[in-house]
């Protein structure tokens, strides 16, 4: 019996000490520590979104190369989502989240996740509610923006600027407010700009992105791709491939129109960006991330 007791004390001793080894994370200590971070397996983890996290946490420490001067909000973002597959506790999500928030250029996600569910609208609603409006605000503030001020300012066609501009004031038009009540006002402005999309593309035979319209209006077209149909999705995904290439659009926005599509006619995604929906299997995965190219 006294041997026993020494056995059980040593172990409680031994887990007391792993528990008090355990490194908590913080959002002073987060860059350091998310470095030498090991996810766990947790039992409603799936195997396909534990190697889904897996990959983006591999990538992120790949992109990092082990110094905490490189981190950016992509890489935050992209921890956080990351997080939330495996389903980690509630407080690190807010805190790698808070740090996404603190990073410059956090507002083009939030502007670009409007109005779709995601994984941080669900796991930590108040706090991504709170950050967007913060987002939301500083965007409406800035000035409209003013077509033939911008063309002569940086040399762009002023009737493509005015027509794009005005596409991009459509899109959003019932989708900033009260879109549940608005729905068929919007789905009408939606089909009239998928017409002028297809028409500037059969003029333009190319994506007008960065060096036609500038960073203020690159993404434009996207988005009423995004919200189109399947058939438009689909036919336009090489298109948004190129323009990636070419720099005159960001890497997200393909993801997600590629995880839009694959929602749409699997029911499943590649990378994360619809709340809600089962990652593909490994497989899968692997094989529509090299066919886009996708580091």
Request: charged share 30%; proline share 2%; aromatic share 12%.
């Amino acid at each position: 019996m006294k041997n026993l007791f020494f056995i059980i004390l040593a172990l409680l001793t031994f887990n007391a000490g792993a528990q008090s080894n355990k490194i908590v994370l913080t959002e002073m200590n987060f860059d350091t520590e998310f470095l030498k971070y090991e996810a766990i397996q947790k039992d409603i983890v799936s195997k396909e979104n534990f190697d889904y996290a897996e990959m983006i946490l591999s990538q992120t420490r790949k992109k990092l190369k082990n110094d905490i001067k490189n981190y950016n909000v992509t890489h935050y973002w992209n921890i956080a989502t990351a997080f939330s597959t495996l389903n980690e506790s509630k407080e690190n999500i807010e805190i790698v989240f808070k740090k996404a928030t603190k990073s410059k250029g956090v507002c083009e996600y939030f502007k670009s996740f409007k109005d779709v569910p995601n994984h941080f609208s669900e796991d930590i609603p108040d706090l991504y509610k709170k950050e967007e409006q913060k987002c939301m605000k500083k965007l409406d503030t800035v000035e409209p923006l003013n077509p033939i001020v911008y063309s002569n300012k940086y040399g762009y066609d002023l009737k493509l600027i005015q027509l794009i501009n005005q596409v991009d004031l459509d899109d959003k038009k019932f989708r900033n407010s009260d879109y549940a009540n608005n729905i068929s006002k919007q789905s009408e402005l939606d089909k009239k700009n998928q017409k002028i999309i297809d028409s500037l593309y059969n003029k333009y035979k190319s994506y007008l992105g960065t060096s036609a319209t500038g960073k203020k209006l690159n993404n434009v077209m996207w988005k009423v791709i995004q919200h189109s149909n399947v058939e438009m999705m689909e036919k336009y995904l090489p298109v948004i491939q190129e323009a990636v290439k070419n720099n005159e659009i960001s890497m997200t926005t393909l993801k997600m129109l590629i995880d839009r599509v694959c929602w749409e006619k699997y029911e499943y995604q590649i990378f994360g960006s619809q709340a809600g929906v089962k990652i593909a299997d490994e497989k899968t995965r692997i094989e529509i991330i090299k066919k886009y190219g996708i580091e």
